[in-house]
């Protein structure tokens, strides 16, 4: 049988969307994520093109599949695996569902059963949290032979099985917006099969109606070309300004990139569109494809060398440019011999050995107890019962105020008295806002500002803050100072920053900077610096030079202070905040 020859431009479509996928994994930036909807929408199309090309056997087209894609997939969970192994002394119960499942192509599914996310990934070490997308591919490399095969079966045309693969397609787009709507955890949506079916079904159903086909009619010829260049050109405005929390993407968004990425594939992969050049890539159309063409390798490597990599610099001081380089250096090499072995001299692994050893370890190796977390989650179960006794204590009954109101402020004043005279507390309404940083040290800024309004949450990011001050401002509870405490999950954006101060004109605003092991923690804090340049009524307090290093001040992720700590990052925000008072 004559061998198919590679298309360069599908290699270079592969290799923008595993860079995006990296960018997104690496620094969190915006949309990057939509590059996993462009491997999929291309999954989609060629799978299908290949399986009407020839009369297939449902379980030889798996058995082949399989065969590429578990030796090298086998390798990454054996090797994290080991690593995790020397690291700990053990492995953690949560690393060893998620490598099992992973062998068995669910990985997917457990994340979302057990909460794992990309968006809250500290205090574990899971270097397998990206096999999702491969356990979702090998879910529709398995089942979708099936049902296109039964469908030929019944004998429908191309065409008509291509609406079924839309309508398929729709419904999953559907569910999606319909589970975002009823407010279901992000993470059932990033992961769910049923929710994200609709990227695969796009390009198989575009690959029913364009694979056996030469697209002759120059009008055709025009909308093809313009679906597709829009497929390329609204992907990367996604990935530069949509993030994952913002509703366009589940509303619709991600469905029509998914519709244009499949055009794309189209232009790529019919001979009188595909000489058409594009100027910017030309240049780079080599490199890319050759980049392209191990995209699977650099994928499988890239997210455990990131945790791996992070895990060993968490406690350094070297730059994150310089730990970067090193990483993509790394990156490369391990790929590249990934590729070597698996493609080019194609190393066959017994069948069973590799999942044999790998599910031996997992039996076997010691059940890592990771103290740190168990420590972590006691105290912050102990914050939150302690802000639900203070609720309840809040809606005491309007009568039972009244009569006991005049006896327990003459105490309370009393009380207040013999406190300031002992203690250095500041009874003023100062508003703090912050994250779960901020939250591991709520007990001691009660102490320190038992009138303070503290507003906390688990996983806030910078650009929540003016919608919260507004609301504050509104209920008139924004009082002349201000503490703020964010940065812990992304960076800080300009326009955000601009925005929040705008609404804190007048007010006396002090922000503290962060110590976070993760790529922007020198963006945040310049950015920090930037606004305390920029505006006359903002200081800084330092957290980040008083604690970067300080290995014994923090749990194991290198972000939250320990108890002895919070009171350190309390005593340094009152000398800060109160000192003239």
């Not at 397998?128 to 049902?147: D, E, K, N, R």
């Not at 779960?436 to 806030?460: C, F, H, Q, W």
């Not at 705008?502 to 900077?513: K, P, R, S, T």
């Not at 970067?548 to 992720?557: A, L, N, R, S, V």
Request: glycine content about 6%; hydrophobic content about 45%; proline content about 3%.
């Amino acid at each position: 049988m004559k061998k198919n020859r590679r298309i360069e431009e599908i290699d270079v479509l592969r290799a923008a969307a595993l860079i995006m996928i990296c960018l997104y994994h690496w620094f969190t930036y915006k949309g990057m994520y939509v590059g996993v909807i462009i491997f999929f929408a291309l999954s989609g199309y060629l799978f299908t093109s290949s399986l009407l090309s020839r009369d297939f056997s449902c379980f030889n087209v798996i058995k082949r599949r399989m065969s590429k894609i578990y030796p090298a997939l086998l390798t990454v969970i054996l090797v994290s695996t080991i690593v995790l192994i020397i690291m700990n002394g053990g492995l953690e119960e949560k690393y060893k569902n998620s490598a099992f499942f992973s062998v068995i192509g669910l990985n997917n599914i457990y994340q979302i059963i057990s909460g794992i996310s990309y968006f809250d990934s500290y205090n574990i070490i899971l270097p397998l949290t990206h096999i999702w997308a491969l356990s979702f591919q090998i879910q529709m490399y398995v089942f979708f032979p099936f049902i296109l095969k039964g469908l030929k079966k019944l004998k429908l045309k191309d065409e008509l099985i291509g609406i079924i693969f839309f309508g398929i397609s729709v419904l999953s787009a559907l569910l999606m917006g319909y589970k975002y709507y009823k407010g279901a955890d992000i993470s059932r949506i990033y992961y769910g099969t049923d929710t994200r079916a609709f990227t695969f079904f796009v390009g198989a159903a575009v690959a029913m109606f364009y694979n056996k086909r030469e697209i002759s009619k120059e009008s055709e010829k025009i909308k093809v070309l313009l679906a597709g260049m829009s497929g390329i050109f609204l992907s990367v405005i996604f990935a530069l300004t949509v993030d994952y929390k913002n509703p366009l993407g589940y509303y619709g968004l991600l469905y029509f990139i998914s519709v244009l990425s499949a055009f794309s594939t189209v232009l790529f992969t019919k001979i009188k569109l595909r000489k058409l050049q594009i100027p910017f890539l030309s240049g780079m159309k080599k490199v890319l494809s050759l980049l392209g063409r191990r995209e699977y390798h650099y994928y499988l490597w890239q997210y455990p060398l990131m945790i791996f990599m992070r895990e060993i610099f968490k406690w350094s001081k070297v730059g994150f440019l310089s730990q970067f380089i090193l990483e993509i250096l790394i990156l490369i090499v391990i790929s590249e011999i990934s590729y070597f072995i698996f493609e080019k001299k194609n190393l066959k692994v017994p069948n069973y050995a590799m999942p044999g050893i790998i599910i031996m370890l997992l039996l076997f190796a010691p059940l890592y107890k990771n103290k740190d977390l168990e420590e972590m989650k006691t105290v912050q179960a102990q914050i939150k019962e302690e802000t639900v006794k203070e609720i309840e204590k809040e809606t005491v009954t309007e009568t039972e105020e009244k009569t006991e109101k005049t006896d327990e402020k003459k105490e309370e004043k009393k009380s207040e008295e013999e406190k300031q005279k002992t203690e250095n507390i500041d009874d003023r309404n100062i508003l703090f806002i912050g994250d779960s940083v901020l939250e591991m040290t709520k007990p001691e800024l009660e102490k320190k500002y038992p009138n303070a309004i503290i507003d906390v949450k688990i996983g806030r990011q910078f650009s929540e803050l003016a919608g919260l001050l507004t609301e504050f401002k509104n209920s008139g509870k924004l009082g002349k100072t201000v503490v703020i405490a964010l940065g812990t999950n992304g960076p800080i954006l300009d326009e955000d920053a601009k925005k929040a101060m705008a609404i804190l004109e007048g007010h006396d605003v002090y922000f503290v900077n962060s110590v976070v092991a993760r790529p922007w923690e020198k963006r945040v804090n310049r950015e920090i610096a930037n606004i305390a340049k920029n505006y006359g009524n903002v200081k800084i307090i330092d957290w980040y030079s008083y604690a970067k290093g300080e290995k014994e001040y923090f749990y194991k992720d290198g972000v939250h202070p320990k108890p002895a700590a919070a009171k350190k990052y309390v005593n340094l925000v009152y000398s800060a905040v109160s000192k003239n008072k």
